[in-house]
Structure formats: structure tokens, C-alpha cells
């Protein structure tokens, strides 16, 4: 108990006053584990999962549905260039001006939409792009490079539909933020399920944080899901740092790379730090042969 409450003082010191001026409750860290960073692969084939170069479990590839970025603009067969069904979490709005192709690289600014006037409760934009296309199992892998500036930089699958609503958070993070630098977070989420698988009706979710010995933000890293029927593996760099059984993840989903406001990280606007940059160097998708 003493140690929880030292932490959530110097959380609260670390922000100022700004916990009280805008409400935010932000939970102490309670980490999990820490990633060992001398258990990590080297790149020798991009045929291959990160964390599987030799292809032990014969992974197969789905090159029609991964992308490398290196077009002059987003491959609209693939993506939407912009979330076509949800805004953005207030005030964060999200906004096509945000995401643009450079240099190999998806990037996602903020507040690119110039004079247009944003929706109410919305003062500020980033940038969100979302599949086209549902997968149900597989490996997913993304190299990205995360926004130093307070906004959540996410890489995540979900899937909203009548009966059906389930998410798994591959990569869900803030190191913009001094505190969350090392802050590896990890996230699945079941909203609701219909009759036959669970019948839930009300939200629960299963968090865990881990602790990164480097700052996120400052290089590129490689996040990685395995999801099976039987379980879902996180990767970090090909390192193995959770797995979960599967008792509820078997609907399709659709892929999603954005920035976001979100309290639970701190990450709330500031008009002083609008020049972050959120990169994605590639996606890849794999399927078991």
C-alpha cells in the first residue's frame, strides 16, 4: 500500500495541478513484469514473424493484405483514410488531414485541418486509418515509432457489431508523456458476445502493464499479436512479454493505426506540443499454412 501511494504522488507531482484542473485520475503503475531486451531476434527474412525466423509454426505470408507504406498515398483498397464511424474521444477529433505517406512511412500529426471549425466538444485533430478488410486469427505485426507528444499512439483490432463487440490493444501507449515512458501497456476488451459465445452484455476488460527499459518513443519498434482459438500472444520487438488465453476473442476484426486524447494516460492536449509524430514503417499479416 505504501509503495502504491508513493507512486501515485510522484505521478501527481510529475503532471502539476493539472490533475485537478481537468478531473484526471490517473491508477498507479503496477507493473507486471519487464522486458528483457537481451532475448531479442535480429531481423533476417520479412517473410517471417519477427519473433519466428525460422518459421517454425509455417506461417504463410498474406501479402495482399499487408502494406509497406512505401506508395505516395494510402492504398484506399486496403484503408480508410479516416475512421468512418467514430469522431474521436473529446476533444480529439479525428481528421483525414492528420495522416499522410512520407519517406516509406505512414505519419499521423496533430491539428493539420487548418481553419476548419471541428465539431463541438472537439478543439483539437489527429489522425486515424482503419482496414478494410476483417481477419479472424493470425500474426500481426507492425514496426512503428510512437508520438513523443501527449497523445496515445495506437496500434489495436476491434470490431463493433450487433451481437458482436470485442478488442485486442496491441500497442495502446503515451511516452510523449515523461511518466509513461516506459510504459508498456496491454489491453483485450469484450463489450459484448451473443448467446452462444458468452452472452455478455457488460464491459469488462483484462489490463496489464509491463516495464520497458528504454524509452518507447524514441526509436522504432516492432509490436507483434499471435491470436489463435487457444490463446493471444504480445510481442515487443519478437519478445514474448504476454499471453492470454482465449476465451472470448473469435470474432473478425479490423486493424487500426491511430493517435487519440485518452485521460488514463494523462494524454490531453497541449498547445505547446503539436508537432509530435506518429510513424508506421510497415504492416504485415501472416496465416498458419
Same mark, same amino acid.
Request: charged share 25%; net charge negative.
Given at each position: 500500500?505504501?509503495?502504491?501511494?508513493?507512486?501515485l504522488?510522484?505521478?501527481?507531482?510529475?503532471?502539476?495541478?493539472?490533475?485537478?484542473?481537468?478531473?484526471?485520475?490517473?491508477?498507479?503503475? /503496477?507493473?507486471? $513484469?519487464?522486458?528483457? =531486451? +537481451?532475448?531479442?531476434?535480429?531481423?533476417? &527474412? %520479412?517473410?517471417?514473424?519477427?519473433?519466428?525466423?525460422? /518459421?517454425?509454426? $509455417?506461417?504463410?505470408? =498474406? +501479402?495482399?493484405?499487408?502494406?509497406?507504406? &512505401? %506508395?505516395?498515398?494510402?492504398?484506399?483498397?486496403?484503408?480508410?483514410?479516416?475512421?468512418?464511424?467514430?469522431?474521436?474521444?473529446?476533444?480529439?477529433?479525428?481528421?483525414?488531414?492528420?495522416?499522410?505517406?512520407?519517406?516509406?512511412?505512414?505519419?499521423?500529426?496533430?491539428?493539420?485541418?487548418?481553419?476548419?471549425?471541428l465539431?463541438?466538444?472537439?478543439?483539437?485533430?489527429?489522425g486515424?486509418?482503419?482496414?478494410?478488410?476483417?481477419?479472424?486469427?493470425?500474426?500481426?505485426?507492425?514496426?512503428?515509432?510512437?508520438m513523443?507528444?501527449p497523445?496515445?499512439?495506437?496500434?489495436?483490432?476491434?470490431?463493433?457489431?450487433?451481437?458482436?463487440?470485442?478488442?485486442?490493444?496491441?500497442?495502446?501507449?503515451?511516452?510523449?508523456?515523461?511518466?509513461?515512458?516506459?510504459?508498456?501497456?496491454?489491453?483485450?476488451?469484450?463489450?459484448?458476445?451473443?448467446?452462444?459465445?458468452?452472452?455478455?452484455?457488460?464491459?469488462?476488460?483484462?489490463?496489464?502493464?509491463?516495464?520497458?527499459?528504454?524509452?518507447?518513443?524514441?526509436?522504432?519498434?516492432?509490436?507483434?499479436?499471435?491470436?489463435?482459438?487457444?490463446?493471444?500472444?504480445?510481442?515487443?520487438?519478437?519478445?514474448?512479454?504476454?499471453?492470454?488465453?482465449?476465451?472470448?476473442?473469435?470474432?473478425?476484426?479490423?486493424?487500426?493505426?491511430?493517435?487519440?486524447?485518452?485521460?488514463?494516460?494523462?494524454?490531453?492536449?497541449?498547445?505547446?506540443?503539436?508537432?509530435?509524430?506518429y510513424?508506421?514503417?510497415?504492416?504485415?499479416?501472416?496465416?498458419?499454412?
Amino acid at each position: 500500500m505504501k509503495l502504491k501511494l508513493v507512486t501515485l504522488l510522484i505521478l501527481v507531482f510529475a503532471i502539476g495541478g493539472s490533475v485537478f484542473s481537468q478531473n484526471l485520475t490517473i491508477p498507479p503503475k /503496477n507493473y507486471v $513484469d519487464s522486458v528483457n =531486451l +537481451e532475448h531479442a531476434p535480429a531481423r533476417t &527474412n %520479412a517473410d517471417y514473424p519477427l519473433s519466428d525466423q525460422s /518459421n517454425s509454426k $509455417d506461417w504463410k505470408k =498474406l +501479402e495482399k493484405y499487408s502494406d509497406e507504406f &512505401n %506508395a505516395n498515398q494510402i492504398n484506399e483498397t486496403l484503408w480508410y483514410p479516416n475512421n468512418p464511424g467514430w469522431k474521436g474521444r473529446q476533444p480529439t477529433y479525428f481528421h483525414g488531414s492528420n495522416v499522410s505517406l512520407e519517406n516509406g512511412n505512414v505519419v499521423f500529426r496533430v491539428n493539420k485541418h487548418g481553419d476548419e471549425k471541428l465539431p463541438e466538444g472537439f478543439t483539437h485533430s489527429t489522425g486515424f486509418i482503419k482496414s478494410k478488410n476483417k481477419f479472424l486469427y493470425g500474426y500481426f505485426e507492425a514496426e512503428v515509432k510512437l508520438m513523443d507528444a501527449p497523445w496515445v499512439s495506437g496500434f489495436w483490432m476491434t470490431n463493433v457489431g450487433k451481437d458482436w463487440w470485442t478488442e485486442i490493444d496491441i500497442c495502446e501507449n503515451a511516452p510523449g508523456l515523461s511518466y509513461n515512458r516506459h510504459d508498456l501497456n496491454s489491453n483485450i476488451h469484450v463489450f459484448k458476445t451473443p448467446k452462444d459465445k458468452g452472452d455478455i452484455k457488460k464491459h469488462f476488460s483484462r489490463t496489464k502493464k509491463f516495464y520497458f527499459p528504454e524509452e518507447l518513443q524514441a526509436n522504432f519498434h516492432t509490436w507483434g499479436l499471435e491470436w489463435t482459438p487457444e490463446y493471444i500472444r504480445f510481442y515487443i520487438d519478437g519478445i514474448l512479454f504476454r499471453e492470454a488465453e482465449n476465451t472470448h476473442w473469435h470474432q473478425p476484426l479490423e486493424v487500426n493505426f491511430n493517435c487519440e486524447s485518452n485521460k488514463w494516460f494523462g494524454a490531453l492536449p497541449d498547445d505547446n506540443r503539436l508537432d509530435g509524430e506518429y510513424k508506421v514503417n510497415y504492416f504485415r499479416v501472416w496465416e498458419e499454412k
